[in-house]
């Protein structure tokens, strides 16, 4: 559940002013998307309760009722879109050309997205080995979205991004949300998924869109059902 400065206020029954300052001096967390502040409910019950802070308890229910829950991941590719030929010869070119294609609000400011993106890998490299990466920052990216969702880049052109096998990056995801829980979730969904070798191959080969996504349709039923994704050792 996301609150804004106001709505985080009111439960604490304080004013604006305060909860500003004291996100300054006490340690409030807070998540900035598109110039704005934003907090994540259970992350404000806890600090209330932990810094002995009076805070309304209908901020705890209000959270119970509105779980962090994301859609399953082909459901989420659908909405973020599945790219081919994504141009750019270096890191810094591919990143860019990420942040355009992303069906971000019109007042997003992307130059901003691919300044964080760029210095995340600046410090070190998002590409996973066999050929895929998933450009983050160390914080997740938390924007103004309704709905999260993650785009599938597949490049033109393969290029060096430092992974760890080395190998040049072909294929990028890039995950966007309004919550760190709901961002935790989805990345806990790609890592899943991408352990199959098949849907790795259907990367590398660029195979088209429905396919991938059958593809991953049938793996989020397996791990649903009694069975698991295989990984690359069975």
């Not at 995950?175 to 790795?200: K, M, N, W, Y």
Request: charge should be neutral; aromatic fraction near 4%.
């Amino acid at each position: 559940m996301q609150l804004s400065i106001r709505d985080a206020a009111a439960y604490l029954d304080v004013d604006e002013a305060t909860l500003r300052r004291w996100v300054r001096t006490r340690g409030v967390p807070v998540h900035r998307a598109n110039e704005r502040l934003y907090l994540n409910a259970i992350e404000l019950w806890e600090w209330a309760t932990e810094n002995g802070v009076p805070v309304s308890r209908r901020l705890l229910q209000q959270a119970r009722r509105q779980p962090d829950e994301v859609a399953p991941l082909s459901t989420l590719l659908g909405s973020g879109g599945i790219h081919y030929d994504v141009g750019g010869e270096t890191k810094s070119a591919v990143l860019r050309e990420i942040v355009a294609l992303l069906p971000l609000p019109a007042d997003t400011d992307r130059e901003f997205l691919v300044a964080v993106l760029e210095a995340r890998e600046a410090m070190g490299s998002t590409g996973i080995g066999d050929g895929i990466a998933i450009p983050h920052v160390r914080n997740p990216i938390l924007l103004h979205v309704p709905t999260p969702f993650v785009t599938l880049c597949l490049l033109h052109h393969p290029v060096n991004f430092d992974a760890v096998d080395r190998k040049p990056v072909h294929a990028l995801f890039s995950v966007i949300s309004s919550t760190v829980p709901a961002h935790l979730r989805i990345l806990a969904q790609l890592a899943v998924v991408l352990r199959d070798r098949e849907l790795r191959q259907l990367l590398s080969a660029r195979a088209a869109a429905d396919t991938i996504l059958t593809r991953v349709r049938s793996l989020e039923a397996r791990v649903s059902g009694p069975h698991t994704v295989p990984s690359d050792d069975e």
